[in-house]
């Protein structure tokens, strides 16, 4: 269905959960949702908001879910009007849980301050703007608006944030990793292919050929091409490597600038832009490295991914990427940097054995620590309120007094701060153990 119309009134079945994306567009918490629905089937039935129309990962669901896709739209600038017109829309759905995702979704938030029905927020990470720093209007929003609401966290560094920056009280913090279906990737690391050598795959990628020129490892990354996965810090750090093959997976509003950058650089020839794919494990299996760029992230389920694939992984270092790893890949977590990130890929095709190892280990982990079986569990009790049999649902005010709340609440949350940022948590900026003996390195033959 795509409309709302008929939710009100029919019979109470299945638990009804409306979940609001500020887009549906594939992505890390869209996917997360996919997964969990499809897994549970007819145990739920679900309503799913995207603020900006965009319902790319409605291809991910099963198609005998009980799925209602309403468009509901944003008013730019309205906070309290969008919030009002929102609160009648809970009060029409009558969902038994609200979910709502990330800061584009916090309207929706607001409508329910005064519940209309149980609520769950989602953070999954942060815009560009707020790679750096946490703006203080929003701090203070998400202070007022989620303190008496269970927050969902995937990474240990949001929880941090929502504790020590947003002071949520420690009692709705719920910190809940990610996880994948670990049997759609490689199942046996380095001996999944016997007598595998990285570099020299004689196979195709999924769809065809490389694309790319032969010669060297190849270099994958699995990304939507949009700003703060700035890609062209990979291509940047590739084009400084003598050999080597690049393959990016994914598509987004990025892509024809990172074409142009790449053919700027002088390495068209060795990279191939894969564009979309809903079914990656087939391009994970013919990577050798496993890179990452972004300026922002969490706890990305590519790098699991790539872990579960027997993949050794270069990345920057953001969110909890460095305790997601294995000891032995962290190394290679670098600096925001073009040349530090060059240097951990030149380090690492340098030494296929350390490749291998590096994949075995990081696949030892991802089985003990990243199975999804955890994740689906704790987010059943959550939709079912099992995790929270204590809070406040379906309490009902009358329209005047609920007016009165969402615009105090508002108001406090933009008086008096301006658009100043608030330095957040950070990230840590220590440089990892094993820089300097990649530094400078150039690729050998493989």
Not at 7 to 28: D, K, Q
Not at 349 to 369: S, T
């Amino acid at each position: 269905m795509d409309g709302a119309t008929g939710l009100m009134g029919e019979a109470r079945g299945a638990p009804l959960v409306a979940h609001v994306f500020p887009s549906f567009a594939v992505g890390g918490a869209q996917v997360r949702f996919a997964a969990i629905a499809n897994h549970f089937g007819p145990a739920f039935r679900h309503l799913v908001v995207a603020l900006d129309g965009d319902l790319a990962c409605r291809e991910r669901l099963r198609p005998d879910l009980d799925l209602t896709f309403p468009a509901v739209a944003a008013a730019r600038g309205a906070m309290i009007a969008n919030a009002w017109r929102y609160r009648g829309l809970l009060r029409a759905w009558r969902p038994d849980v609200l979910v709502t995702c990330n800061w584009g979704a916090i309207e929706f938030a607001l409508a329910n301050v005064l519940p209309v029905t149980r609520h769950l927020h989602v953070v999954d990470g942060f815009g560009p703007e707020e790679r750096e720093a946490q703006i203080a209007r929003r701090v203070l929003t998400r202070r007022l608006v989620l303190r008496r609401t269970p927050v969902v966290l995937p990474s240990r560094r949001l929880v941090r944030i929502a504790a020590d920056v947003w002071k949520l009280p420690r009692s709705v913090v719920r910190y809940v990793p990610n996880g994948i279906d670990l049997a759609r990737f490689a199942t046996g690391g380095g001996q999944r292919f016997p007598g595998r050598i990285p570099g020299r795959f004689p196979g195709r990628f999924p769809g065809g050929g490389t694309g790319v020129s032969s010669g060297g490892p190849v270099i994958g990354t699995v990304a939507a091409l949009r700003r703060e996965k700035n890609i062209g810090r990979l291509l940047r750090a590739f084009a400084m490597l003598s050999s080597g093959r690049l393959v990016v997976v994914g598509d987004g509003p990025e892509r024809g600038a990172l074409e142009a950058l790449s053919a700027a650089l002088g390495v068209s020839e060795r990279v191939r832009f894969a564009g979309h794919h809903q079914d990656t494990p087939g391009f994970y299996a013919q990577f050798d490295i496993f890179a990452l760029s972004s300026d922002t992230e969490q706890m990305p389920l590519s790098v699991i991914e790539a872990m579960a694939s027997g993949l050794p992984v270069v990345s920057t270092d953001v969110g909890d990427i460095g305790q997601m790893l294995t000891s032995e890949n962290l190394p290679y977590v670098t600096r925001l940097d073009d040349a530090a990130l060059a240097a951990a890929l030149g380090g690492l095709m340098a030494d296929p054995d350390l490749c291998l190892r590096i994949g075995v280990a990081n696949l030892a982990k991802a089985r003990r620590d990243f199975d999804q079986s955890a994740m689906f569990a704790a987010y059943a009790a959550l939709w079912r309120g099992e995790a929270d049999a204590s809070a406040e649902a379906g309490r009902d005010v009358s329209a005047g007094v609920a007016q009165e709340a969402l615009a105090g609440v508002a108001q406090d949350a933009v008086a008096g701060v301006g658009r100043q940022a608030l330095v957040g948590a950070g990230r840590d900026a220590a440089v990892r153990a094993g820089q300097d003996a990649v530094a400078g390195s150039r690729p050998a033959p493989w």
